[in-house]
């Protein structure tokens, strides 16, 4: 009995200790199903964020638009700063370069996570150069091992607590 005491503490603990994480997969688009299903697509340096309980919300200078009509600067929301994180949340740097793919949600602001095609941009004086966003990996990682370790406790506890009987 106390080993399922154990186990049923160490899982509230790590549920209540660690983040919320929502795992997501992002269905694989072509180069031109990402442009036609964005409103807006600019490559642009973010220059402001702001994070409250529910969202992000960024600022970012346009340096080039691709697609869609707005101005000098450019404003969207992210879910990023809500409690829950998922795997398709982007992880933006204040200065950063990014070529965003933004689309409008369900209130009508503009919007964009990896599924749509966002990358961070590395400067270059030969042109563009897109990096690996490796951030959300790096969570679906780190939430994969962590069940991992979990489920080997869980198995090497009742294995213990059968072989005591």
Excluded: W
């Amino acid at each position: 009995m106390k080993v399922i005491q154990l186990f049923i503490t160490s899982m509230l603990c790590l549920f209540t200790l660690a983040p919320h994480l929502s795992l997501a997969s992002c269905v694989p688009l072509t180069d031109e199903e990402k442009l036609d299903n964005a409103e807006v697509v600019v490559e642009a340096v973010i220059t402001q964020i702001d994070v409250d309980a529910r969202t992000t919300t960024l600022t970012a200078t346009v340096e080039k638009t691709i697609k869609g009509d707005v101005n000098e600067t450019v404003t969207f929301v992210t879910s990023s700063g809500s409690t829950v994180v998922t795997s398709v949340d982007v992880s933006f740097e204040e200065g950063a370069r990014y070529k965003l793919f933004l689309y409008r949600d369900s209130e009508g602001q503009l919007t964009t996570n990896t599924c749509t095609g966002t990358v961070a941009l590395a400067a270059s004086t030969e042109g563009t150069r897109t990096i690996e966003n490796s951030d959300n990996k790096n969570i679906t990682v780190v939430a994969i091992l962590i069940g991992v370790v979990v489920f080997a406790a869980a198995a090497v506890l009742i294995k213990r607590f059968r072989s005591t009987r």
